[in-house]
């Protein structure tokens, strides 16, 4: 089995890619070894120490790495991890129950106004077919988190979420496309 690295447009992230389907559907971002504990591929990651977040992709791993680590030396302990994991075809996430598990609906935190029930069909389509599957080549993941008086709401997750370009991929990249299409965006932000 091969798996290859990319880089991303974060410095402290690269992508891992083990040329087969790491979610079924969705993504799953870990900020903390204690998030890391759901999954043991996730929390043999952060047993490295220099780990500050894995991202699970479709078909990528994304993981990002504290200041001052050391790439050469971490690079190849992931790699054997990710190998033994898939070759092992061991499983993602650890059996338990769904008892205390809530997953906030993607626009949990803005109520949607009923009038702009057709600007937030627009946006999310634009999302999920011309920025997501950009953000994924990057190694990370974009999030509809709300639209209120002409301002849309987006999270960053896995590589992007920290990037230092990122405020740029919302501000000039993201918001360009958003306000084109529809005209009712006068701004993007960050959730």
Known sequence: MLIETETTPNPATLKFLPGRKVMDMGTRDFASPEEAAASPLAEAIFGFGDVTGVFFGHNFISVTAGPGADWSGLKPDILSVLLDHFSAEMPLFRAASAAGIAVPAEDADWPTNPEDEDIVAQIKELIETRVRPAVAN???????????????????????????????????????????????VIEVRAA
């Open 138 to 184: 990057d190694g990370g993941d974009i999030l509809y988190r709300g639209f209120d008086k002409g301002v849309v709401y987006l999270q960053m997750q896995g590589a992007c979420s920290g990037c230092p370009s990122s405020s740029a991929t919302l501000k000039h990249g993201i918001e360009s496309l958003l306000k084109h299409y529809v005209p009712e």
